[in-house]
């Protein structure tokens, strides 16, 4: 039918988080699980009682954008500041105004005021000429909605007769919206001013942004038919078999050997060639860095078995019950660190995360979410989220990386779990190298957590 659905949950800190078995599971949560369902099926979530009341009330305008961009019409100077300030951080898209707006809307303006968005006008001197304004902003090609910064009046006779902003309604069929910059109890009298003006009047500078968003956030999806999982399949996924199968899908794995003694990663390492990294191999351990597991960049045999024994006594002192399998000798493969992840959640499904990697990934806690499957376009929209997006670009005299790589070893990994779920649990690769523009990404390790005690013992 297409209408909008508004949403408010609880939960944003659940504690189950501490819990989790890995960094994927860690930062893809119950409420991110939540955010990444509202994301495929259209939900709107609002964060506050405040959003839902003030969106709810954007959407009773009966108007939906058709682009993200908003013209804001204020009368003050301060408001502009904090426009500026509420919609970067709220993620709002607001374009300057056309040069033939700007000469349009000058005459209307106090003197030494430059037309620009967000607008400040200063006080109109009529409800007319607030309504002028506000029509030559909608009728600009690069705006796609109005916020006119416009308190309620304190009296209802204040306004007097409201037909140019009935009739300012007329000449756009974008969304038209007052707002403002602070929240109020609403009076009957003040409902009936708003209901006479025809235009939603919404309070709070941040809910109003918040709310245009939304209106846009819907009319995006709107009439969409989100994609499900295919039923899930029979796999015969083995620890034995995960790294072929890894490669048939694309998902490229560094050079490596595992072996069982320290005399046999030298031999190892010098099949591979140096410099090499090292890493311990226990069922009992799951995060290696933590416990001291990881030996990186070693350049010649002495420094290989010294690190071998390094990380024998290392991983004993964190884990005085850890069985030890052996080792894991790798090439050394620099580039910039990201994490792919995906695992299913009991309420929402199949979920796929996307983020900037490493040891910090649950401090930092840049990822992006969605629920699979889903498209090399949508894995595109989900990188582009992340501040992680501006080091792929190359950052202070740094070369770029391969985003493309990126893109399609993280929709590699949204395959490979779908097809294998019953299997899985949770993957996770922590880090995925993805290296300089056109060198591809390398899978430097891969975590899986199987879904039977059979599987469970691998590496």
Known sequence: MGKPVLAIKSGATAQSQAAAASHTGAVAGDYAAYLA???????????TLDDL???????????????????FVTTSGATVDLLHDY????????????????????????AGITP????DVGIPSTMQIAADICANAAADGEIDM?????????????????TPLRELLSKTEKPIVA?????????????????????????????????????????????????????????????????????????????????????????AAVRIGFPVALKIQSHDIAHKTEAGGVALDLRDADAVES???????????????????GFLVQEMVAGIEAILGA??????????????????????????????????????????ELKLAGPLAGFRGQPAADRAALAQGALALARFFLDHHTRLIDIEINPLMVRANGCGAIAVDVRVVWADPVGAQSA
Not at 314 to 324: G, L, S
Request: aromatic share 4%; with cysteine.
């Open 37 to 47: 369902m509202c994301e495929r099926y259209g939900i709107v979530n609002c964060r």
């Open 53 to 71: 009341v003030e969106t709810a009330l954007a959407f009773d305008g009966g108007r939906l954008p058709k682009g993200p961009r908003i013209g």
């Open 87 to 110: 919609a970067q951080s709220e993620g709002a898209v607001m374009p300057d105004f056309g040069e033939g707006t700007k000469a349009r809307l000058l005459p209307m303006m106090q």
């Open 116 to 119: 620009k968005n967000p607008l």
């Open 146 to 162: 109005v916020a006119w910064a416009a308190p309620m009046p304190r009296k209802t006779e204040v306004w007097g007769d409201v």
């Open 179 to 267: 707002f403002g910059r602070v929240i109020s109890q609403v009076s009957e009298a003040l409902v009936a001013a708003q209901q006479a003006a025809g235009i939603p009047f919404l309070q709070g500078i941040v809910p109003t942004v918040r709310a245009l968003n939304a209106l846009w956030f819907h009319a995006a999806r709107r009439g969409r038919l989100p994609a499900t999982p295919a039923p899930p399949r029979a796999s015969e996924l083995s620890p034995a078999t995960l790294e072929p199968a890894l490669a048939r899908y694309g998902i490229v794995l560094p050079k490596s050997e595992r072996i069982e003694t320290a005399a046999a990663a030298v031999s």
């Open 307 to 325: 690190a071998a024994h390094a990380l024998v006594a290392r991983a004993r002192a964190a884990n005085p019950r850890a069985r030890i399998q």
């Open 343 to 384: 695992r299913t959640d009991p309420l929402y499904g199949p979920l796929l995360l996307v983020g900037a990697g490493g040891i910090l990934v649950e401090i930092v806690r840049d990822t992006a979410l969605r629920l699979l499957p889903v498209t090399l376009d949508e894995v595109e929209k989900m990188i582009g």
